[in-house]
């Protein structure tokens, strides 16, 4: 990339990509006749989690200059607690 991405906006996109991922599993769970197991559950949502993780890697992997690491780190926990807070809210809405 030409110009330099900035650390917010490289979170934000993740976001975005994580909300995707989540809404293309809610649709793609939304279409099974068979009632839903909570494994199958819980591995459809370490799957989706696995796949925006790739994404933000792939989207991370692009600035030309490092961010402060702290901050970073910091933006990744929040990150990872707020997909496995929205996982563990949609395993209960499946139940």
């Known amino acids: 990339p030409a110009e330099p991405i900035d650390p917010r906006k490289?979170?934000?996109e993740a976001a975005?990509?994580?909300a995707k991922a989540r809404k293309q599993e809610q649709q793609a769970g939304s279409e099974p006749v068979e009632p839903a197991d909570p494994r199958k559950a819980a591995v459809e949502a370490a799957i989706a989690r696995a796949k925006a993780r790739k994404q933000e890697q792939q989207t991370g992997s692009e600035p030309a200059e490092p961010?402060?690491?702290r901050k970073a780190a910091v933006a990744a926990a929040i990150a990872r607690v707020q997909a496995k807070k929205a996982a563990q809210q949609q395993v209960v809405n499946e139940d």
Do not use: N
């Open 67 to 69: 961010a402060d690491p």
């Open 10 to 12: 490289a979170a934000v």
């Open 16 to 18: 975005i990509a994580r």
